[in-house]
T-cell receptor
Framework: SQQGEEDPQALSIQEGENATMNCSYK?????LQWYRQNSGRGLVHLIL?????REKHSGRLRVTLDTSKKSSSLLITASRAADTASYFC???????????FGKGTRLSVIA | DAGITQSPRHKVTETGTPVTLRCHQT?????MYWYRQDPGHGLRLIHY???????DKGEVSDGYSVSRSKTEDFLLTLESATSSQTSVYFC?????????????FGPGTRLTVL
C-alpha cells in the first residue's frame, strides 16, 4: 500500500542547476521524511518535516510541505554530480504504523 | 551504513531451498525492519520488530518469517525460496523514539533465486 508517490520518476539536469522532486500522498500524515539512495547502497535519511511545518532547510536542501494539497517537494540547489542518486519520500501515517516509502525519483546530475 | 551490517551481501540459491539473511546492529536500537526493493515497486516492508521476540508483519510478509532472539540480530528466513523472491533486501534500524522514527539502513543483500 504505497502512500507517497514521487514525481517525476526520473530527472536529468546539468551540474549547477536546481533539482525539484515532488511527493504526493493520500491520507493524513504525522510527519514526512526524505531519504537518498546512492546506487548499490542503503537509504540515508536527509530531512524530516513535521505536519505543522511548511518549510525546512538543511544545507542545499529545501523541503516544503502543503498538507492541504497532501504534497511535499524536495529542492536541491546548485546540484553536483555527487547528488546523483534516487530520492524517496516516506510518510508517517496517522496511527502507530511503520513508515511507508514511495517508489522514488532517480536524479542524474551531469557534469 | 554505520552500526548495521547484513550478511551475506550476495546470494544465489535454487527454488525450494531455505534461505536466511542476517542483520546485525551495534547501536542497541529497539526497532528493526526488513524491506525488499524491486524495480517499479520501490521499498516494501516485509516484517519489523519492536523488541526482542516482538515482531509484526509488513505489507509483503507472505513467504517470509523473522526472528529476533537478541537486540542486535534480526533474521529473515525464506522457508522455501521462489523466483518471485529474487530481490535486493535491506535491513534498517530505528533508535526507539517510535515506530515512525528515522531509520538507518544496512548495505543490502542481493538475492537471486534460480
Amino acid at each position: 500500500s504505497q502512500q507517497g508517490e514521487e514525481d517525476p520518476q526520473a530527472l536529468s539536469i546539468q551540474e549547477g542547476e536546481n533539482a525539484t522532486m515532488n511527493c504526493s500522498y493520500k491520507t493524513s500524515i504525522n510527519n514526512l521524511q526524505w531519504y537518498r539512495q546512492n546506487s548499490g547502497r542503503g537509504l540515508v535519511h536527509l530531512i524530516l518535516i513535521r505536519s505543522n511545518e511548511r518549510e525546512k532547510h538543511s544545507g542545499r536542501l529545501r523541503v516544503t510541505l502543503d498538507t492541504s494539497k497532501k504534497s511535499s517537494s524536495l529542492l536541491i540547489t546548485a546540484s553536483r554530480a555527487a547528488d546523483t542518486a534516487s530520492y524517496f519520500c516516506a510518510t508517517e501515517n496517522s496511527g502507530n504504523t511503520p513508515l511507508v516509502f514511495g517508489k522514488g525519483t532517480r536524479l542524474s546530475v551531469i557534469a | 551504513d554505520a552500526g548495521i551490517t547484513q550478511s551475506p551481501r550476495h546470494k544465489v540459491t535454487e527454488t525450494g531451498t531455505p534461505v536466511t539473511l542476517r542483520c546485525h546492529q551495534t547501536e542497541n536500537h529497539r526497532y528493526m525492519y526488513w524491506y525488499r526493493q524491486d524495480p517499479g515497486h520501490g521499498l516494501r516492508l516485509i516484517h519489523y520488530s519492536y523488541g526482542v521476540k516482538d515482531t509484526d508483519k509488513g505489507e509483503v510478509s507472505d513467504g517470509y518469517s523473522v526472528s529476533r532472539s537478541k537486540t542486535e540480530d534480526f533474521l529473515l528466513t525464506l522457508e522455501s525460496a521462489t523466483s518471485s523472491q529474487t530481490s535486493v533486501y535491506f535491513c534498517a534500524m530505528g533508535p526507539g523514539q517510535g515506530i515512525q522514527d528515522t531509520q538507518y539502513f544496512g548495505p543490502g543483500t542481493r538475492l537471486t533465486v534460480l
